[in-house]
């Protein structure tokens, strides 16, 4: 429930709801005290307007005594003088809660004996006179006392009265001042309450529970959830809380990934440089111990040395390569080309490396000649070298094959399909092959080169193209990498990421890794370059020196 209902509500319950309570204290009370009367005098229909003043109402009760008493005077003048018939009559009030007074001129003639100390007898002792049948009332000592008279005369001419005094007190309760005061009270404490009651279960427990679901924030617990079943603002605030509580795990998730992929990427490419650096270590020992002590020799080793440092430097190079295209660093030059020349000029680019390698390449175009797409050709070029360069590094000894396919299986993309009969891959590994720095041999064996990240460039060439790329294979039967471009339809493709891509974390981890990749690669780059070029003049030296020797400078 939002707020500001829920202060509505308060608003009306404070000024109604009090009204309302009093009103049904009002009917209980009065219920009550007419039923007492009820009960107590037998009168079939009490209202319950009698509880306020049932003055009335006794005046009725002891009516019928009065009607009695003068038909007997009517028919014995001297019947106020049986003694014995007053006290009969007395009784029969007592159990009404009245008594019998009878006065001849200004002097007490009958009073029962239990009431002879009443003090409502100070006023009937002197001349006190009532209207003929109706009810008066009096008070004493909190007692409610109604009296009710009728006058008489005797044969012999004596004037009296007589007087019906009914104790209200002694028979039931009627509703007061002080006691509608105090229902009042209790009313409005009842709807204090009942309020507090609503406003600590709406609006203060659920503070207490997201106070409680922060303070396990903060010891660092970003697995327990806060929940409630309150709506409105409380709840929004709830769902804004889980939101927070899921990017900061998220966020801590993210955190713990980048770390282990910082650490994979350091150790991946400490093996990977160690292994170069160590041979030309090695090298260079055994330049310096004399080993290399012909120039036949010497010339090996410095071959030897210049081409791990030329290992060295592809692989730098395709550290910054990758940390350049990870950062977005890289501008794309699209360009609308036709499809089928575009990838015919590739083949026979292609086709002549593989001739010369001793590898059967088989170009198969089965696209449409009109087919166009909008592309980056020097980045396409890589991707299909860097897919090549793979099936040619996991190669068979002899009759090595490698077919490349270009299809339009749907008039909206593209499908180009690289097929070897190499190693091939099982379907657990074809998963992992784009993962950057993966090899399927896990010892990170150098004698087929590469560096483990020429298909995650591919990857994320082909995704900046809106293009997707997957793996199949079977071990020991070859693999085919697929991959897919857009067709061209007037619109130009964005070249950054898609937003849904940007904001996927583990997007977010890789262009971090590749900054890290970035600063990391710089100062060893420069490092292999000087290494190279040492090298490169020590060989011109040592060709230099061996003409010398020869006589061919001559």
């Not at 998730?253 to 650096?277: F, G, M, W, Y």
């Not at 680019?349 to 590898?359: A, M, P, R, S």
Request: glycine share 8%; hydrophobic share 35%; net charge negative.
């Amino acid at each position: 429930m939002k707020l500001n209902t829920r202060l509505i509500i308060i608003f009306f319950a404070i000024v109604v709801l009090p009204f309302i309570l009093a009103g049904l204290t009002y009917l209980t009370i009065c219920g009550s005290i007419a039923w007492n009367l009820k009960q107590a005098y037998g009168i079939k229909n009490v209202p319950i307007s009698a509880a306020l003043s049932p003055t009335e109402l006794y005046s009725t009760v002891t009516e019928e005594y009065m009607v009695v008493l003068r038909e007997k005077l009517e028919q014995n003048t001297d019947y106020i003088k049986d003694t014995e018939e007053l006290t009969s009559l007395d009784e029969e009030l007592g159990r009404i809660s009245s008594f019998l007074v009878v006065k001849k001129g200004d002097e007490i003639y009958y009073l029962g004996k239990e009431h002879a100390e009443d003090p409502v007898l100070n006023v009937l002792s002197v001349e006190a006179s009532y209207p003929e049948g109706s009810g008066a009332s009096l008070y004493y000592n909190d007692i409610k006392r109604v009296v009710k008279q009728t006058n008489y005369t005797t044969s012999d001419g004596q004037k009296g009265t007589i007087y019906f005094v009914t104790m209200v007190g002694m028979m039931v309760s009627e509703v007061t001042g002080p006691g509608v005061i105090i229902s009042i009270i209790v009313v409005l404490v009842l709807t204090g309450i009942l309020l507090t009651s609503w406003l600590n279960q709406g609006i203060i427990k659920p503070m207490l529970s997201l106070k409680s679901a922060m303070t396990r924030i903060e010891e660092g617990d970003l697995d327990t959830p806060a929940t409630t079943l309150e709506k409105g603002e409380v709840g929004e605030l709830f769902e804004g809380y889980e939101q927070m509580r899921k990017r900061l795990k998220e966020s801590d998730e993210e955190k713990a990934k980048t770390e282990a992929a910082n650490k994979e990427l350091v150790s991946n490419i400490s093996h990977d440089l160690k292994t170069p650096i160590t041979s030309i270590k090695g090298y260079v020992e055994g330049i310096q111990d004399g080993i290399a002590d012909s120039p036949e020799k010497m010339e090996k080793y410095i071959k030897t040395i210049y081409n791990k440092a030329c290992d060295m430097d592809f692989l730098i190079d395709e550290l910054t390569m990758y940390s350049k295209i990870d950062a977005d660093q890289i501008p794309y030059q699209f360009h609308r080309m036709n499809v089928c020349d575009y990838f015919s000029d590739c083949a026979e680019e292609v086709g002549l490396d593989l001739e010369n390698k001793g590898i059967e390449f088989v170009y198969q175009p089965t696209c449409s000649q009109n087919t166009e797409m909008y592309a980056d050709p020097e980045q396409l070029k890589r991707v299909i070298n860097n897919i090549i360069n793979n099936s040619v590094k996991y190669r068979k000894e002899t009759r090595s094959r490698i077919v490349l396919r270009v299809s339009e299986p749907s008039g909206v993309e593209i499908k180009v399909e690289i097929e070897d009969n190499g190693k091939g891959i099982s379907e657990k590994e074809a998963v992992k092959i784009f993962d950057r720095m993966y090899r399927t041999d896990a010892s990170r064996n150098s004698k087929q080169g590469g560096s483990g990240i020429g298909l995650s460039i591919a990857k994320k060439v082909v995704e900046n193209h809106q293009g997707r790329i997957w793996a199949t294979g079977e071990e020991g039967k070859g693999m085919t990498i697929h991959f897919t471009l857009p067709v061209y339809k007037e619109t130009v493709p964005e070249a950054a990421l898609p937003e849904e891509e940007t904001n996927n974390p583990i997007i977010r981890i890789e262009k971090m890794v590749g900054k890290t990749v970035g600063n990391a690669v710089a100062g060893v780059k420069t490092g292999v370059a000087g290494v190279k070029t040492g090298v490169e003049k020590t060989m011109a030296e040592i060709e230099k020196k061996t003409k010398r020797e020869t006589g061919d400078d001559e």
